[in-house]
């Protein structure tokens, strides 16, 4: 139906960045349906297509967003803990740089992860991790992870 990208750039395969009333219409029509898909539908394009869209480096929209959009690749988010449930700045993921591979290692736990199984077997296939890069409660930054890849 083409609803997938509601926020993102046609550019990036989105469907052009419609505004905030367009997109309540749809998000109430899903409801009004099935509220459950309509969550499921959120979390794929509000909380990753949206949340990339709007955060993302160029180069990473353009790799992630089209089959987003598409629906061809299922996106979610890792943001709750053990320990802090939904408290963001209560986290203890953290990243660290790694100066010699030019990555980040991510260490700590993620529960409840949004839209972690797809069918209840199968996962999404790329994830926005929150997760603490400085010393100060706020230092916080999302890592878009694929499932799969792991260096």
């Not at 199968?122 to 694929?146: C, H, W």
Request: glycine share 12%.
């Amino acid at each position: 139906m083409g609803i997938l990208g509601l926020t993102v750039d046609e550019q990036y395969g989105g469907s052009g960045i419609l505004d905030a009333s367009a997109v309540a219409i749809v998000h109430e029509e899903l409801s009004a349906s099935d509220p459950a898909l309509c969550l499921a539908y959120l979390a794929h394009s509000v909380l990753f297509a949206h949340n990339l869209s709007m955060n993302g480096t160029h180069e990473q929209k353009l790799k992630f967003l089209p089959d987003a959009c598409s629906g061809d690749r299922i996106g979610g988010m890792c943001m709750s803990e053990p320990d802090a449930g939904t408290d963001v700045l209560g986290m203890t993921t953290n990243a660290r740089r790694d100066e010699g591979n030019k990555t980040f290692i991510l260490n700590g736990q993620k529960m409840w992860i949004t839209n972690g199984t797809v069918d209840g077997t199968s996962t999404g296939d790329m994830f926005l991790v929150y997760a603490k890069t400085g010393p100060n409660r706020g230092d916080i930054t999302q890592f878009l992870v694929e499932k799969g890849i792991l260096s």
